[in-house]
């Protein structure tokens, strides 16, 4: 298993990919978000120094990622897009990517990390209070009802 930070227009491609793959996966329109928008600044959003996309591979291929990008509140990021490919799911891959996120934040310099997630996501639940996040207010608009907020002190 390998972790690497996307820097070249290759990585963060292959991070739209799999982007893409997860809001399919989701079945959820993601046009509230811009998520087309999003789709074409992945390196503004997410480049460097504020923000960082980790891709997960195995023997070459890459089989998931996660992204951290700023909130305007200057010590605070959002963890955005955590998805490993449905073959690589509940194998507890999910916890490596989760540390190597935790890990990069707080390299950034961040005090916390905000995140969302569906009520029906019930793993991706677990594994978040498994690792120290606790419920939350919404820290922004959106309009689907069965969202759930978490933040992590760093």
Request: glycine fraction near 6%.
């Given at each position: 298993?390998?972790?690497?930070?996307?820097?070249?227009?290759?990585?963060?491609?292959?991070?739209?990919?799999?982007?893409?793959?997860?809001?399919?996966?989701?079945?959820?329109?993601?046009?509230?978000?811009?998520?087309?928008?999003?789709?074409?600044q992945l390196?503004?959003?997410?480049?460097?120094?504020?923000?960082a996309i980790?891709?997960?591979?195995?023997?070459?291929?890459?089989?998931g990622c996660?992204?951290?990008?700023?909130?305007?509140?200057?010590?605070?990021?959002?963890?955005?897009?955590?998805?490993?490919?449905?073959?690589?799911?509940?194998?507890?891959?999910?916890?490596?990517?989760?540390?190597?996120?935790?890990?990069?934040?707080?390299?950034?310099?961040?005090?916390?990390?905000?995140?969302?997630?569906?009520?029906?996501?019930?793993?991706?639940?677990?594994?978040?209070?498994?690792?120290?996040?606790?419920?939350?207010?919404?820290?922004?608009?959106?309009?689907?009802?069965?969202?759930?907020?978490?933040?992590?002190?760093?």
């Open positions: 298993m390998e972790f690497i930070i996307a820097t070249t227009r290759e990585e963060f491609e292959a991070a739209a990919v799999l982007f893409r793959e997860y809001a399919s996966w989701l079945q959820v329109d993601l046009c509230f978000q811009n998520f087309e928008e999003e789709m074409q390196q503004v959003m997410y480049g460097p120094p504020q923000g980790i891709l997960m591979l195995e023997e070459g291929k890459y089989i996660v992204g951290i990008r700023p909130l305007k509140d200057e010590y605070g990021a959002e963890l955005k897009r955590m998805y490993l490919m449905p073959d690589y799911q509940r194998k507890g891959l999910g916890s490596l990517l989760l540390n190597k996120a935790l890990v990069k934040a707080k390299e950034m310099g961040y005090k916390i990390l905000k995140l969302d997630t569906l009520s029906t996501m019930k793993p991706a639940m677990n594994l978040y209070l498994k690792n120290g996040f606790v419920q939350t207010q919404s820290y922004y608009h959106n309009p689907l009802a069965d969202v759930v907020y978490f933040e992590k002190e760093l």
